[in-house]
C-alpha cells in the first residue's frame, strides 16, 4: 500500500494511528500542504485524488481511496483485527456518529484551504483565524464531552479498547491544543486521550514523529 499524508493533518493522523493499531506499514509518500503553493495542488497528485486532498490510498490491487472515514471503514473490513467498530449495530451506531462529529462537521471548518479563504477574502489576520477555530472546534467538542459522557466512564471513547471514535478524537484534539481550545470542561476527552498516548500506536503516529514533521 502507498499512503499519502502530511504530518500536521488530522486526518492523515487517524489513518497513520489506524495502521499502528492493525499492525500495518504502508509506504508513505509525503504531499506538503504549503510547500510550493500546496504539493496537493499539483496536477500528478490531483491525479491520485481529484479535490486536491489528503490522505489518500492506493491499495495493494491498485485502488485508490480517499477520505479518511471510508478509508478507515475500508481498513476495518480488510484488516478486522483488533476491529475499530463494535459487532452491535447500535454501538457502532453511536461509535460512528461522535465519529461523524468530528470528520464531518469539526474538522472540515479548521481545513486549510477553508483558514487561507478567511486570509484571503475576509482579511483575517493569524488571530481572527484561530478565534474562528476555536469556537467551532470548541463547540463540536462539547458536544463530544457530552455523547461520550453518555456512554458511561471507560478506558476509552465507547468502552475498554480503542476504536473508531478514538482514532478520530485525539487528532482532533491535536489541533484544538494547536489553536488554543481551553479543554479545562471536558475532563472525559482529556482522560480518553491520556489512556490513548499510552499505546505505541498512538505515540508513533504524533505528528511530532513523523519523517516530514516541522516545528
Known amino acids: 500500500m502507498k499512503y499519502y499524508g502530511y504530518f500536521r493533518s488530522s486526518a492523515a493522523y487517524r489513518l497513520r494511528i489506524a495502521f499502528g493499531l492493525k499492525g500495518l506499514a504502508p ?14 495542488k499539483a496536477a500528478a497528485y490531483r491525479d491520485v485524488n481529484p479535490q486536491a486532498l489528503v490522505p489518500a490510498l492506493i491499495t ?17 473490513e480488510t484488516h478486522p483485527e483488533p476491529p475499530l467498530l463494535p459487532a452491535d449495530p ?5 461509535v460512528r456518529a461522535l465519529a461523524q462529529v468530528i470528520c464531518c462537521d469539526i474538522h472540515p471548518l479548521q481545513n486549510l484551504r477553508v483558514l487561507q479563504y478567511l486570509r484571503k477574502e475576509y482579511a483575517q489576520d ?3 483565524v484561530e478565534a474562528w477555530c476555536r469556537i467551532w472546534l470548541g463547540e463540536g467538542l462539547s458536544a463530544c464531552e457530552a455523547l ?10 465507547f468502552g475498554d479498547t480503542p476504536g473508531l471514535a478514538d482514532v478520530c478524537l485525539v487528532p482532533q484534539l491535536f489541533s484544538a491544543d494547536r489553536f488554543g481550545v481551553d479543554l479545562s470542561a471536558m475532563p472525559r476527552l482529556r482522560a480518553i486521550r491520556a489512556e490513548c498516548e499510552t499505546l505505541p500506536a498512538f505515540a508513533a503516529a504524533h505528528p511530532s514523529r513523523q519523517p516530514d514533521t516541522e516545528a
Open 27 to 40: 509506504d508513505f509518500i509525503p504531499v506538503h500542504l504549503t510547500r510550493d503553493g500546496g504539493q496537493q
Open 60 to 76: 495493494d490491487d491498485g485502488d485508490v481511496l480517499t477520505q479518511s472515514p471510508a478509508i478507515l471503514e475500508w481498513l476495518d
Open 90 to 94: 447500535i454501538d457502532r451506531a453511536h
Open 126 to 128: 493569524q488571530a481572527g
Open 148 to 157: 461520550v459522557a453518555r456512554g458511561g466512564t471507560h478506558r476509552f471513547c
